[in-house]
């Protein structure tokens, strides 16, 4: 089956601590989202990647860090710096061949500091 | 700055009645999206507009955007407690980029 995964669901974080979460896809698209969700709140945009080995700031990237080595893949680092990293975190991707480039969204990940 | 505003943020109905969610943004866009929330779960993607004068149904959603008045609505028909959720619209900006702002949600409790 074709889709986004995203792991691990739960992530628990110490303070001063990084960590990283994971983001796969499937679905042969180029380019890939991730966003941060607080509760009762819309989605922010982190990080995205149009395409591999390149990828640039969202509205909020401070505290954050990515890669894109493959194209299958699009890992986030949640370094130290961020300072409230408690937060619903989504991964997207999109097809860039087709005018509807409809973003399809992983399951997420919930990352807490302890 | 772009914003994305819906209303209400919350809204609670009882099964059978209708309603309209409102999303309006403030800048120029040529796509927007409607997506659903479930709980502690992802986003499901309900519906894409692409055009003014744009309308989409789905069972008992209807969705329609006006660009130049640069809302779009959500029409909710005789309600039925499956349709609780948060719903949210999405609106692309940075051109090829395909970056989407998304709205606060609406958190909609249907009653039976």
């Known amino acids: 089956d074709g889709g986004i995964t995203q792991s691990p669901k739960y992530l628990f974080r110490k303070e001063g601590q990084n960590v990283t979460l994971s983001c796969e896809q499937n679905l042969n698209h180029d380019a890939m989202y991730w966003y941060r969700q607080d509760p009762g709140q819309g989605l922010r945009l982190i990080y995205y990647s149009q395409i591999v080995n390149d990828f640039q700031k969202g509205d909020i990237a401070e505290g954050y860090s990515v890669s894109r080595e493959k194209k299958e893949s699009f890992p986030l680092t949640v370094t130290s710096a961020q300072k409230n990293p408690t937060a619903f975190y989504l991964c997207?991707?999109?097809?860039?061949?087709?005018?509807?480039?409809?973003?399809?969204f992983g399951p997420g990940t919930r990352l807490t500091v302890l | 700055e772009l914003k994305v505003e819906q209303n209400p943020l919350f809204l609670s109905m009882q099964e059978g009645k209708n309603y309209t969610i409102y999303c309006n943004y403030s800048t120029t866009s040529d796509r927007l999206y409607w997506y659903r929330q479930d709980p502690g779960k992802s986003l499901e993607s309900l519906f894409v507009?692409?055009?003014?004068?744009a309308v989409k149904q789905e069972g008992r959603l209807m969705a329609s955007l006006d660009t130049k008045a640069r809302l779009s609505t959500l029409h909710i028909t005789a309600a039925v407690h499956d349709l609780s959720a948060t719903y949210f619209c999405a609106v692309v900006y940075g051109g090829a980029t395909n970056k989407l702002i998304f709205g606060t949600g609406t958190l909609l409790a249907v009653q039976p």
């Open positions: 507009l692409l055009s003014n004068g």
């Open positions: 997207a991707s999109s097809s860039k061949s087709d005018k509807i480039n409809e973003q399809f």
